[in-house]
């Protein structure tokens, strides 16, 4: 009876956890969309989209393109840098032209996004 009273109660537990990560998954990840946006819960967000997308990734290109060693690892520090980079001019390019700037057209999310993808293919890819 007692052992049949604690799986009633972990299994509730287990779901409220479940729960309360998928209420702030589903509010960090909604917050990339508002105009006035939380920054933290925004750059979450824009890394849940890039590990999603990373994880997508490997069902298309499940072997990596760098060769092992020190070209994955460069390929890790730089990549997100330069996508960081290149978000944020094309940012500036929109900004002149009067376009809308979307916030992925910012350094940091850019970063953010372009690491989480790069961090999943580091570690699961072939």
């Known amino acids: ?12 537990i287990v779901q409220i956890i479940a729960e309360a990560l998928f ?10 969309f508002r105009k ?5 819960l925004a750059a979450l967000g824009f890394s849940l989209f890039g590990a999603i997308l990373g ?3 490997l069902l298309v290109l499940p072997s990596n393109l760098t060769p092992v060693g020190m070209p994955r690892v460069a390929n890790l520090v730089f990549t997100p840098l330069l996508v960081g980079f290149c978000m ?4 500036g390019w929109r900004a002149k032209r ?3 700037v979307l916030p992925i057209d910012r350094f940091w999310y850019g970063y ?15």
């Open 55 to 57: 994880g997508l990734s």
């Open 98 to 100: 009067g376009r809308l």
């Open 112 to 126: 953010l996004f372009a690491l989480a993808v790069a961090l999943i293919r580091f570690k699961f890819a072939r």
């Open 88 to 91: 944020s001019a094309i940012g």
């Open 23 to 32: 209420a702030f998954g589903y509010r960090s990840l909604s917050e990339t």
């Open 1 to 12: 009876m007692i052992e049949f009273i604690v799986q009633i109660i972990g299994e509730f």
């Open 36 to 40: 006035q946006r939380n920054p933290w």
